[in-house]
């Protein structure tokens, strides 16, 4: 289930692809639920086109206005308004229904995540492949000092820099930002502003971090021994340090050290964990 603010999605047992909520218009773009048309639906309705060709879903992320499905066979497919090129294929129409990111075409994609208007790609070799919005430096591609606000990819574009010939393992998309996990445990982060290419975070190579997620400026990490770092915008409380300081640097949730942690959900400006308990 992947929840959205104007639409959501969800993939049952068989592989297929349900969509519902907001259609669309001329206006603010269409097509993201992937039926062909701007209609909106109440209720999850089956996506009859994948049906159709026999093609069965493994995870779908939902952007402002946009969907991306990774299928069963590791094919990438996107629907919706083409603005920013958030829809990987060098163009920026709107897409009615759900089409293959051509230029992955021959890769085989692990994971995918997205943010506000952009994507990533995990392939099989571990290299992570952006599309769409860039004027945060959400795609870690550079840009000098800044970028541009109109900044964007309408291609795939794999992420070099300090990630070249290192094998990611895990990625995460926020807002406007994104972070990644090595095979080595290193933790990456990049966008926001801040870092315009990954960035490695110094100060987690104490340890090995096996999971990341990332909301609405803030990014939390959970390492081997069990411990949550947080780092970013913290004045909602999203950081849980018991302030709403910015942290510029992965620090230590204390509240939850000594907890055993299963799972990480975040949020735009809210973080929750499920626990289990320590024998």
Not at 46 to 61: H, P, Y
Not at 215 to 239: A, C, P
Request: negative net charge.
């Amino acid at each position: 289930l992947e929840l959205g603010k104007p639409f959501s999605a969800a993939i049952d047992t068989d592989g297929n692809l349900h969509t519902f909520g907001y259609g669309g218009s001329p206006f603010d773009g269409m097509g993201w639920l992937g039926h062909g048309n701007d209609v909106s639906h109440l209720e999850p309705t089956r996506v009859e086109s994948l049906f159709e060709d026999g093609c069965e879903a493994k995870d779908v992320k939902i952007g402002e206005s946009h969907m991306t499905v990774l299928t069963t066979e590791g094919e990438v497919l996107t629907a919706g308004s083409g603005a920013y090129g958030r829809l990987g294929n060098l163009e920026t129409d709107d897409q009615l229904f759900l089409e293959p990111v051509e230029l992955l075409g021959g890769m085989v994609v692990n994971q995918i995540v997205g943010g506000l208007a952009f994507t990533l790609a995990l392939t099989d070799d571990g290299v992570i492949h952006g599309w769409g919005r860039n004027d945060k430096g959400q795609l870690g591609t550079g840009g000098g000092l800044m970028v541009d606000m109109y900044a964007m990819s309408s291609m795939p574009t794999p992420i070099e820099a300090q990630l070249e010939g290192r094998t990611v393992v895990k990625v995460a998309a926020g807002h406007s930002h994104s972070a990644a996990i090595t095979d080595k445990g290193e933790l990456f982060v990049w966008g926001m502003n801040q870092f315009l290419e990954p960035q490695l975070m110094n100060s987690m190579l104490h340890t090995k971090c096996v999971d990341v997620v990332c909301g609405q400026n803030y990014t939390v990490v959970l390492t081997e021994d069990n411990e949550i770092y947080s780092m970013g915008k913290g004045r909602t409380g999203v950081l849980g340090h018991a302030n709403t300081q910015k942290k510029n640097s992965p620090e230590l949730v204390e509240g939850l050290v000594g907890q055993d942690v299963t799972s990480m959900s975040a949020g735009y400006t809210h973080f929750a964990c499920l626990v289990g308990n320590r024998s």
